[in-house]
């Protein structure tokens, strides 16, 4: 057994998303104002023949007419969790790139079936600070193989890739991870952006592993304030940077499954950056109102209370133990929560949706948060 290092008590000041650096309410304009200007791009599809669904603007992946179905793409980065991997290397030896490629097939693949997509088709962009990042044959054959495998389980190709050396761009010994990913839907009648989506339908969460790949910022930056560091043990004796690191689920699977059930998904949300307020993403005036929460994995509850975030901050930036929202009619609810547990994925019919306002109530938390929390288009 380990020896049982305990946490220094947690300093009585809040450490939120922001003072790790990352802000929405800057990001988030801009990423509305380049949605407004890539839609009058939509028209160039005419000359080809095709013809973009408009509703899938703003949505996780865009959708493309194509005729006897439908295209869905989408490219999406890990972000900072590769830093994490970076410095448990330094303390262990051990390298984790295996457990970060299917992070980052994750974010692309994740995005890409909440509009009922099958994917098809990976691609790799790994930016490295210099050539000699790849010289460590090890870490780099664990990327390679640990991509591969998160490719099989989702039944996609890897069609190839870019290995840039950006000396100068990116920092020197540092990578930055992202991956392209390309969809069908077919029958069209697997599209769900939403029309179908309306008072009534259920919603079943999808389990997480942890933290996934979204808010590594602030559990970054909570290092500083353990007396470990990234080695400091959690209360169930895993190392806080190893749990960081478990790899992100994979929710394809479930998404065929549900097909192949015959349960159609009137809508999906991946519940990544802006944690439960993805649960909003959609546009229509609409509450939403949760009586079940998931168990919080271990880390993200060590976060919580370590970072002294209260209930909005928490659930506002992080999934704690929520990857993926599936909404379905009442009547097939208990049915798609069966089918993920028969893909190993911990699932829960958790609320319903209501006639509006725009709001999610969470009630076992006392925790609403307004439509205006989450301005993504």
């Known amino acids: 057994m380990p020896r049982m290092t305990p946490p220094a008590p947690a300093p009585d000041t809040p450490l939120t998303y922001g003072d790790a650096g990352v802000a929405y309410d800057l990001i988030d304009p801009l990423k509305v104002a380049a949605q ?32 006897p179905f439908l295209l869905a793409s989408i490219v999406e980065c890990l972000g ?5 991997a970076d410095e448990m290397q330094r303390l262990t030896g051990r390298s984790f790139y295996d457990a970060i490629a299917q992070d980052t097939i994750a974010m692309a ?8 997509a099958t994917p098809l088709v990976v691609q790799a962009y790994w930016a490295a600070g210099g050539s000699d990042w790849f010289a460590d044959a090890a870490r780099a054959s664990a990327l390679v193989d640990g ?18 050396a950006l000396a100068g761009i990116v920092e020197a010994g540092r990578i930055d991870l992202a991956a392209s990913c390309t969809g069908i839907v077919s029958p069209k009648s697997r599209l769900s952006v939403g029309d ?18 979204n808010g590594l910022s602030l559990a970054r930056k909570l290092v500083d304030r353990l007396p470990d560091g990234y080695l400091t043990l959690l209360p169930d004796g895993t190392r806080y940077g190893e749990a960081l690191l478990a790899p992100t689920v994979l929710y394809a699977p479930v ?6 059930a015959g349960v159609e998904v009137h809508y999906a949300a991946n519940v990544t950056g802006h944690g439960w307020r993805k649960l ?6 609409l509450g939403y109102r949760v009586h ?16 002294r975030l209260d209930d909005a901050e928490a659930y506002g930036t992080f999934n704690m133990g929520a990857g993926f929202a599936l909404f379905v009619a009442a009547a097939d609810a208990e049915r798609a929560a069966a089918v993920a547990r028969g893909q190993g994925v911990s699932a829960w019919v958790a609320g319903q949706v209501e006639a509006g306002p725009r709001r999610l109530v969470v009630e076992p938390l006392g925790l609403v948060f307004e439509g205006d929390s989450l301005q993504l288009r």
């Open 292 to 307: 079940a929460v998931p168990p919080v994995p271990p880390v993200l509850d060590f976060i919580r209370r370590h970072a």
């Open 109 to 116: 693949v994740n995005d890409l079936v909440t509009v009922g």
């Open 36 to 67: 407004r200007a890539a839609a009058a791009t939509g028209a160039q599809l005419g000359a080809h023949g095709f013809a973009e669904v408009a509703a899938s603007r703003g949505e996780s992946a865009y959708v493309v007419d194509v005729g």
């Open 80 to 84: 900072s969790k590769a830093l994490v």
């Open 196 to 213: 179908a989506l309306g008072p009534g339908d259920a919603i079943v969460l999808l389990g997480s592993s942890g933290i996934h790949a």
């Open 280 to 285: 909003l993403r959609h546009p229509k005036t």
């Open 255 to 260: 998404t065929e499954a549900l097909a192949r």
């Open 147 to 164: 991509w591969r495998r998160a490719c099989e389980r989702c039944g996609v190709a890897w069609g190839g890739g870019e290995t840039p």
